[in-house]
């Protein structure tokens, strides 16, 4: 089964946004097993869009095409794919029925424009969308090939291809099969050495195939290692999932931080909550970051009490009673999370200070990051570390850095 992607945009040729959903589609196609040889970009162009097609299907089984299905004149690849079929577009009035019930539950008047969005090329099937008016489109092109297009905006993409596509593209590829995937994310090593210590396990899943694993880069959050396995039920799949799982987890030990869609900030907060311990927070260099990341998550109040910016010396020294000198300094940082506990009535104290550049500050070297750890049980601890890139880099690596080495604590205490 092979499976080219088409983007369409003539912001994307233009550079005004990045192709990331291509990149996301292709690495579920690669997870479920389907080739994918080409990934292409063209502008709203009709006469582009139906050559495009035309030159991918000539060579693949399928062709996913995302972006211009929406309401306005140059959202054209409803007609470019009813022009490859050789078929006019016709209006489905339980489709143009649920756009304008879309809109009255807005409390907005429907433009008569958004209509367009229900003609489906004649033959072809709309793909629902629970999450925005366009439907998708599955369209039998003759010869056994299929297009499907799917809407630019990244979650409604996301969502119709994971319902939709995906099934479809397995149940035409012949296998009665069901496949399951699960993430394990890691942080805090590269990802030359993650590959050497995987390598045993990907040795071994060669002879089978099944489940395979594949890495995937997520910058500053860290490296992802994906297992996919496939067989006749979803049981049996997850089954030979949760063997590898166990396999890797043996491998990585505490690189290991979380599953699927578990974050940095999510995995803190669900151990902190398992403890039934509240967490405060001192940022200097972060500015705030570090709170930032822990409000992303649902129901954070029940564990975050808040951070406190302590950004100049003076506050330091007035709102958190930091004695130490140099403020960058593991001193300094012990003494702000123990500080953050106080006066934040929390728990467990964190806290971040360092030199995001551009240049060094009372003789400590840019890029220097001191973190502080205070429990409850009165233990405390704090480490220095160097990190790379420039001041917006540092900080953001700051953010992750202190919550991975808090996540780090909380498992070392055991239960
Ligand atoms: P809509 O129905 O919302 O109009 P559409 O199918 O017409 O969607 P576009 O108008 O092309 O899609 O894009 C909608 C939004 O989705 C854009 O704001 C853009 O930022 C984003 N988007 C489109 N294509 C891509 C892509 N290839 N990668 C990432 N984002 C994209
Ligand atoms: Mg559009």
Same mark, same amino acid.
């Given at each position: 089964?092979?499976c080219?992607?088409?983007?369409?945009?003539?912001?994307?040729l233009?550079?005004?946004?990045?192709?990331?959903?291509?990149?996301?589609?292709?690495?579920?196609?690669?997870?479920?097993?389907?080739?994918?040889?080409?990934?292409?970009?063209?502008?709203?162009n009709?006469?582009?869009?139906?050559?495009?097609?035309r030159d991918?299907?000539?060579?693949?089984?399928?062709?996913?095409?995302c972006?211009?299905l929406?309401?306005?004149?140059?959202?054209?690849?409803?007609?470019?794919?009813?022009?490859?079929?050789?078929?006019?577009?016709?209006?489905r009035?339980?489709?143009?029925?649920y756009?304008?019930?879309?809109?009255?539950?807005?409390?907005?008047?429907?433009p008569?424009n958004n209509?367009?969005?229900?003609?489906?090329?004649?033959?072809? $099937? #709309?793909?629902?969308?629970?999450?925005?008016?366009?439907?998708?489109? &599955?369209c039998?092109?003759g %010869? =056994?090939? +299929? @297009?499907?297009?799917?809407?630019g905006?990244p979650?409604?993409?996301q969502?119709m291809?994971c319902?939709?596509?995906?099934?479809?593209l397995?149940?035409?590829?012949g296998?009665?099969?069901?496949?399951?995937?699960?993430?394990?994310?890691?942080?805090?090593?590269?990802?030359?050495?993650?590959?050497?210590?995987?390598?045993?396990?990907? $040795? #071994?899943?060669d002879t089978?195939?099944?489940?395979?694993?594949?890495? &995937?880069?997520?910058?500053? %959050? =860290?490296? +992802? @290692?994906?297992?996919?396995?496939?067989?006749a039920?979803?049981?049996?799949?997850?089954?030979?999932?949760?063997?590898?799982?166990?396999?890797?987890?043996?491998i990585?030990g505490?690189?290991?931080?979380?599953?699927?869609?578990?974050t940095?900030?999510?995995?803190?907060?669900?151990?902190?909550?398992?403890r039934?311990?509240?967490?405060?927070? #001192?940022?200097?260099?972060?500015?705030?970051l570090?709170?930032?990341?822990?409000v992303?998550?649902?129901?954070?109040?029940? @564990?975050?009490?808040g951070t406190?910016?302590?950004?100049?010396?003076?506050?330091k020294?007035?709102?958190?009673?930091?004695?130490?000198?140099?403020?960058?300094?593991?001193?300094?940082a012990?003494?702000?999370?123990v500080?953050?506990?106080?006066?934040?009535d929390?728990?467990?104290?964190?806290?971040?200070?360092?030199v995001?550049?551009?240049?060094?500050?009372?003789?400590?070297?840019?890029?220097t990051?001191?973190f502080?750890i205070?429990?409850?049980?009165?233990?405390?601890d704090?480490?220095s570390?160097?990190?790379?890139g420039?001041?917006?880099?540092?900080?953001?690596?700051?953010?992750?850095?202190?919550?991975?080495?808090?996540?780090?604590?909380?498992?070392?205490?055991g239960?």
């Amino acid at each position: 089964m092979r499976c080219e992607v088409l983007a369409v945009g003539t912001e994307l040729l233009l550079g005004q946004i990045v192709d990331t959903n291509s990149a996301w589609i292709g690495e579920q196609l690669a997870a479920s097993g389907i080739d994918s040889y080409e990934h292409r970009v063209v502008g709203d162009n009709q006469a582009r869009i139906v050559a495009a097609l035309r030159d991918l299907l000539s060579r693949a089984d399928a062709v996913v095409v995302c972006g211009g299905l929406g309401p306005t004149q140059d959202d054209l690849t409803r007609d470019a794919i009813a022009e490859v079929m050789g078929v006019p577009l016709v209006r489905r009035m339980e489709l143009a029925e649920y756009i304008a019930a879309m809109f009255r539950a807005r409390l907005r008047d429907m433009p008569e424009n958004n209509l367009r969005q229900a003609d489906i090329p004649d033959g072809g $099937e #709309a793909i629902p969308n629970p999450l925005g008016t366009a439907p998708g489109l &599955l369209c039998n092109v003759g %010869e =056994g090939k +299929v @297009v499907y297009a799917v809407p630019g905006v990244p979650y409604e993409m996301q969502e119709m291809i994971c319902t939709h596509v995906l099934p479809d593209l397995l149940r035409r590829s012949g296998e009665a099969a069901t496949i399951v995937s699960r993430s394990l994310k890691t942080w805090g090593t590269s990802e030359s050495a993650l590959a050497e210590m995987v390598a045993p396990r990907l $040795e #071994a899943l060669d002879t089978t195939g099944n489940p395979t694993i594949a890495f &995937l880069a997520r910058g500053i %959050e =860290g490296l +992802v @290692v994906r297992i996919t396995a496939k067989a006749a039920t979803e049981q049996e799949a997850r089954a030979l999932v949760d063997i590898e799982e166990k396999e890797l987890r043996a491998i990585l030990g505490d690189l290991v931080f979380g599953v699927d869609n578990e974050t940095m900030e999510s995995a803190v907060l669900s151990r902190l909550r398992s403890r039934r311990w509240t967490l405060g927070v #001192a940022e200097s260099v972060t500015g705030g970051l570090i709170g930032a990341r822990i409000v992303n998550v649902e129901g954070a109040s029940e @564990v975050f009490k808040g951070t406190i910016g302590a950004y100049t010396t003076d506050v330091k020294r007035a709102v958190l009673g930091v004695t130490a000198e140099p403020v960058v300094s593991v001193e300094a940082a012990l003494e702000m999370a123990v500080g953050a506990r106080r006066v934040l009535d929390a728990d467990v104290g964190l806290s971040v200070t360092g030199v995001a550049g551009p240049t060094e500050q009372d003789g400590v070297a840019v890029g220097t990051v001191c973190f502080g750890i205070a429990l409850a049980d009165g233990s405390v601890d704090a480490v220095s570390a160097r990190l790379p890139g420039d001041r917006e880099r540092v900080r953001q690596f700051a953010t992750i850095s202190s919550l991975n080495l808090l996540r780090q604590r909380l498992d070392a205490l055991g239960e």
